[in-house]
C-alpha cells in the first residue's frame, strides 16, 4: 500500500529525484517548494501529486502551506526534508550575518516551527538530508 509523504523543496536537486522516485510506487504525495512552476508541468494530472508553495523563510507561509496540507492529508507516513540554501560563501569576518540568520531559519529553525504545525500529524519517518 502506497504512503502519505511530504517532500518539502521538491522543486529541484534531491528533493526533486525523490519526488519522481516516490510518486511512481503508489505513494500520495504532497510537494513544498517555492517554485511550483516546473512541478506542475511533470506531474501534470497526476493523480496523488498536491503542490503545494511555501516559503521556509516565512512563519506566515508556513502557516498558509499547513492549511492545504491538513486538507490533503489525513495523515502523513513520512516526512522528507531536502530544503535548504548555503549560508554566505566567505571569510567569516566578511560575511553577512542577517543571511547566516536566514540560512539557519530555512535550513533548521523553521522546520522545527512547520513540524510543531503538524504536530497533530503522528508522523512515523522524518528525513533531514539537509
Ligand atoms: N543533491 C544531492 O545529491 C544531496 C545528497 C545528500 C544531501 N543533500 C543535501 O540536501 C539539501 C538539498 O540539496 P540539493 O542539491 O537538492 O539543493 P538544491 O538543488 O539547491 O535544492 C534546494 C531545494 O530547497 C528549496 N528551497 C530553497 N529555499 C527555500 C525556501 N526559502 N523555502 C522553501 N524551499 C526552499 C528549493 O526550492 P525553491 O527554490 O523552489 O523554493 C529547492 O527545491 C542540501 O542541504 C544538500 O546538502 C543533497
Not at 526533486?16 to 517555492?34: V, W
Not at 494530472?45 to 507561509?61: G, H, I, M, N, Q
Amino acid at each position: 500500500m502506497g504512503q502519505n509523504i511530504l517532500i518539502c523543496g521538491a522543486s529541484r536537486g534531491l528533493g526533486f529525484f525523490l519526488a519522481k522516485k516516490f510518486q511512481k510506487k503508489n505513494n500520495k504525495l504532497c510537494l513544498l517548494s517555492r517554485n511550483i512552476k516546473n512541478l506542475k508541468k511533470i506531474f501534470y494530472k497526476k493523480k496523488e501529486v498536491y503542490l503545494v508553495r511555501c516559503d521556509l523563510a516565512s512563519t506566515k507561509s508556513i502557516d498558509n502551506a499547513v492549511k492545504k496540507i491538513k486538507k490533503i492529508f489525513l495523515k502523513i507516513d513520512v516526512i522528507v526534508n531536502c530544503a535548504a540554501v548555503t549560508g554566505p560563501v566567505e571569510y567569516f569576518h566578511k560575511s553577512n550575518i542577517t543571511e547566516w540568520k536566514k540560512a539557519f531559519e530555512i535550513d533548521f529553525l523553521n522546520l522545527i516551527y512547520l513540524k510543531k504545525k503538524i504536530n497533530s500529524f503522528h508522523v512515523k519517518k522524518w528525513r533531514f538530508y539537509n
